[in-house]
């Protein structure tokens, strides 16, 4: 169920969308919940954030033109505006054909460049989150792939906290494990355990679903978190492990974290779905 204060959010912005035909993707603490299925557990937030696909600066003014009647105080150069009902602050980041170079949002009058990579993908992937089908929701392995490099551009803490999250309940079918080749074998090795298998689905996701650029700025940033200090690491667990000992905290989350790299740099050995 959704939340009420989101819910006319959402509402507006798809009545918004729909006058300048374009689409917004929700991503943020409200995004980490919803793709999950559940929003028991939401993350408490002061905003609301939203990608949009969008081809010229032009259609970003042409969006806020139109948002006057149900948002207020807008700030195109900061991109944000707020719903004048519920008093929440909507932050928007542009992507698409807009990005220069893809993957990369240069802001207008400012220095300012934000990382857009794997938005664009996450449109295609999405699932609508009210009827018009104009705001769309990121599926699990999308929320990651865009949280863990947004911890990657502004490093807040938050963004670590949400990728383990969705790592310790990415949904998946436990009967297809066992027609999955490369995991019966690393069973049989060693290399995996049961306990792996969340995990490493959620690294075939991401393989299976996003293009090799954005992969490599996936990877990149794992590889960079596996080098970052053991207070950050250790981030991205479920909040149950964080009570075992330090040393074991710690091991836990390199776990997760190598085996999330491998399965997103290892090739699916075998398709299930057929």
């Known amino acids: 169920m959704m939340d009420p204060t989101l819910k006319e959010v959402v509402d507006d912005l798809a009545c918004v969308a729909a006058k300048v035909d374009a689409r917004l993707l929700l991503v943020g603490a409200y995004a ?6 559940t929003q ?4 408490k937030t002061s905003d609301v954030d939203f990608a949009m696909q969008l081809e010229s600066w ?12 149900t948002f207020r105080d807008p700030n195109r150069a900061e991109l944000l505006l707020y719903h004048r009902a519920t008093g929440t602050k909507v932050d928007v980041v542009p992507c698409g054909r807009i990005e220069s170079p893809p993957g990369t949002l240069a802001l207008r009058d400012s220095t300012r460049r934000l990382n ?14 009210e009827p018009s089908g104009r705001i769309l929701l990121p599926p699990p392995a999308g929320f990651i792939v865009l949280k863990l490099l947004a911890f990657t551009d502004r490093r807040e803490h938050r963004d670590l906290r949400d990728v383990g999250h969705v790592l310790h309940r990415f949904p998946f079918d436990a009967d297809e494990i066992w027609g999955d080749t490369a995991v019966m074998s690393a069973f049989e090795d060693g290399t ?3 306990d792996d298998v969340r995990f490493w689905r959620a690294g075939c996701e991401i393989a299976r679903c996003f293009t090799q650029q954005t992969i490599a700025q996936v990877v990149q940033a794992l590889d960079k978190l596996r080098n970052e200090t053991a207070a950050l690491r250790v981030l991205v667990l479920d909040g149950s492990i964080e009570r075992i000992d330090s040393s074991a905290r710690l091991a836990t989350a390199d776990r997760v974290l190598h085996v999330l790299r491998r399965a997103v740099t290892e090739p ?6 057929g």
């Open 116 to 129: 857009t990579a794997g938005l664009a993908e996450c449109f295609e992937l999405g699932r609508p989150l």
């Open 268 to 273: 699916v050995a075998a398709e299930t779905d």
């Open 192 to 194: 995996l355990t049961h």
């Open 58 to 69: 032009a259609k970003v003014d042409a969006f806020f033109a139109e948002s006057a009647d």
């Open 40 to 43: 028991e557990e939401a993350r």
């Open 32 to 37: 980490r919940d919803l793709c999950l299925g």
